[in-house]
């Protein structure tokens, strides 16, 4: 039986047309595979791959780098270029700003290899990865932590390492940013009147971060704060406690100007068994059943001022704001 022309014409006409649409779909698979980074897999030597990587490194093509010091790895698990590829793996993603990748890659490292010579410089590229990625105290700061909580590990880990020298350094930075972001909640709070929820943050401030460069501005939003929870004990406290630690500063100046603004009331002693009257501010001695209201003590009511001399000055940058240890308000300064 023979076929007619027209119909094996149309025949190889869709041959064609099929094996058009076969090539065009492979050609876009490999364009999607090379747009993901991905290398097609073509066996190498590990002397080739290791140098072309490096090559490509050097040229500034980090993605490029990276992958195929991944597939140095990928190749030749077991030789011992493949543990060196993955830390410069990792160091390619770091330079490509690929903080994801570049964690992930000195993760693995420092998993199959615990305990190599160069797990310290994994761990700092660890730290690194999450330290690049700090954001500002207006957003959330999780990174920050995982950051802190990295480089504190390096220190522990490698403390006389080179690498640690720099981790401490970030460490204050860190802090100094996990601070601001304290300050940063407070003063939320304290203009909306939540006095409380203010008061809590800068304690936070004072209390762990006492090396930071905002421990002054939280004393005087302190005093502000228990100045409107009307404690002006506690304000007379921190306000003295500034003075005493940074009395050049013009977070003390305003703490001072507010405690002579709204100095504390001595009142007279209340006589046994009378009835104090509601608002009186009194206090009883300690070790005394009962107690007996007594007034406080009249003296020095408002911190020394910052134009007659500060007293002790910390010379760490912290504050003695704990308890047992803070001045007296008028001890170790002069001039009232």
Not at 143 to 155: C, K, N, P
Not at 184 to 197: D, N, P, S
Not at 322 to 334: C, E, L, M, Q, R
Request: charged share 20%; with cysteine.
């Amino acid at each position: 039986m023979r076929i007619p022309q027209s119909r094996c014409f149309r025949s190889r006409a869709l041959s064609v047309v099929l094996m058009a649409a076969l090539a065009f779909t492979a050609s876009g698979c490999a364009r999607s595979r090379a747009s993901k980074g991905d290398l097609p897999y073509v066996a190498r030597d590990v002397g080739t791959l290791y140098t072309a990587a490096r090559t490509r490194l050097d040229q500034g093509q980090y993605k490029l780098a990276a992958a195929l010091f991944d597939e140095v790895e990928r190749q030749h698990p077991y030789s011992v270029w493949a543990r060196r590829a993955q830390l410069m793996g990792a160091y390619s993603y770091y330079l490509d700003r690929d903080y994801t990748k570049s964690i992930e890659s000195a993760q693995r490292f420092l998993s199959i290899h615990p305990g190599n010579r160069d797990a310290p410089y994994a761990y700092y590229l660890v730290a690194l990865g999450y330290y690049e990625q700090i954001n500002d105290v207006t957003r959330d700061q999780k990174i920050t932590r995982q950051a802190q909580d990295a480089l504190g590990e390096l220190v522990r880990r490698y403390p006389n390492t080179r690498y640690a020298a720099d981790a401490r350094l970030k460490l204050d930075l860190v802090s100094d940013h996990l601070a601001g972001k304290e300050m940063e909640v407070g003063r939320f709070y304290e203009v909306r009147g939540q006095w409380l929820a203010a008061t809590l943050r800068f304690r936070t401030v004072i209390d762990t971060y006492q090396t930071t460069t905002h421990v002054p501005e939280a004393l005087m939003r302190l005093t502000e704060c228990y100045l409107a929870l009307g404690v002006p004990d506690e304000a007379q406290r921190a306000a003295a406690v500034l003075g005493a630690n940074y009395a050049g500063s013009r977070w003390y100046e305003r703490s001072y100007k507010l405690m002579e603004q709204h100095p504390a009331k001595a009142f007279a002693m209340a006589t046994p068994g009378a009835i104090v009257p509601a608002g009186t501010h009194t206090s009883f001695p300690a070790g005394e059943g009962g107690g007996k209201p007594r007034a406080e003590a009249p003296g020095n009511t408002t911190p020394a001022s910052p134009a007659g001399g500060a007293g002790a000055t910390n010379n760490g940058g912290g504050t003695s704001g704990t308890a047992g240890t803070v001045p007296t308000p008028g001890a170790g300064t002069g001039g009232g």
